[in-house]
């Protein structure tokens, strides 16, 4: 049996069944395991020839987190905290993802093989650009701003465009996102820091499968009762307008008028967000997105052809790839080079979720569509 195959035939552990203390390996301790592997392989310094990943994830305890992750997919979380985000695919100086088979950084893999592992589409960039995570909302988040790319250049922070599909959600869950109608600065200006505010901004039910895109320079607020896969640009610049009367840490205060008045699409009304039970793709400014239904009958075919890695997260069922099997929860990534393969529901069917740079749904199967979600009255 090849290296290759062996790899794909290994079975490290899930997400959710961390080895008891895991620790990542000091930087120094990584880059000796880097060599160790790439020598015991054959293979020449810094390629490494695992085809696919696991990855640890990063947990966040926010103040308006809950233990949903735990409850719903078994994951073994930090005990008494409220863990709002986990951190599944990250690349940040602050927060590195490891690989469960060895502990090698991400940022590693990209700074050392980036076009065999990420492919022709990966960006000329320090780090990897995107950044997913899970998000649990066991009450509201802030009602919150990223900034848009012409306030970036007098601030000199990170862009922000997200994209959330929403797992699950409580009867009477929604978000906020844009505004209600026209409004002027003026009003907004006078309710910020206020509970006022949220009658100026547009109210949208949620229900498990809906898709919305969230660009830069959107007002926006997840409520209570969602559990959501978000996919992001790698960014950490938030700039947050009202907090539900709820004290913060100094690093996490509210915004002075000037910022988030910089940063605010005023034109942005009534966006729509997606849904269909069906598979589709869409193409977004910043990845591409597929949601995929996989029936016992009707399996997936996958090709990335060197263009682009995968980032595959099964959401409903379970999944098969390889003799490899996934469930709820759980999500992998392929590299770009990885031959076409089969993505098979071992339950009467699965949802796939599964993300990639941008250009690549246009060429893959699992669906055709222009993008939407998102989609604000006042915009094109």
Known sequence: MDRRRWLLASKPQACQALPTGFKPMPQSATKRKTLELADSWGYPFGYLPMAYWELAPIYQARVWGGRTLETSYGRVLPPGQFIGESWELCDRP???????????????????????IFGEFSPDSSRLPLLVKLLDCREPTSVQVHPNRSALQAMGHEPKAEAWYFLRTEPGAGFHAGFRRHTDPEEIRRTLRSALLLEFLHWIPSQAGQFFYNPAGRIHALGAGNLVFEVQENSDTTYRLYDWGRKREKERELEAWETVHACIQWDDWE???????????????????????????EPSFWHPAGKS????????GSIRFFDREFGPGR???????????????????AILLTVGFPGLASESLGGKAPVVGGKSKARS
Do not use: M
């Open 94 to 116: 602050e927060a590195q993802s490891y690989t469960l088979e060895g502990q090698i950084p991400l940022g590693e893999l990209w700074r050392r093989d980036r076009k065999r």
């Open 271 to 297: 966006p729509e967000p997606h849904f269909s039970p069906g598979s589709w793709s869409v193409e977004l400014p910043f990845c591409s997105f597929w949601r995929t239904v996989l029936t016992r009958a």
């Open 331 to 349: 999500g992998w990534l392929v590299s770009a080079d990885h031959p076409s393969y089969t993505l098979e529901a071992l339950s009467e069917s």
């Open 309 to 316: 890695f995968l980032y595959h997260f099964c959401a409903e």
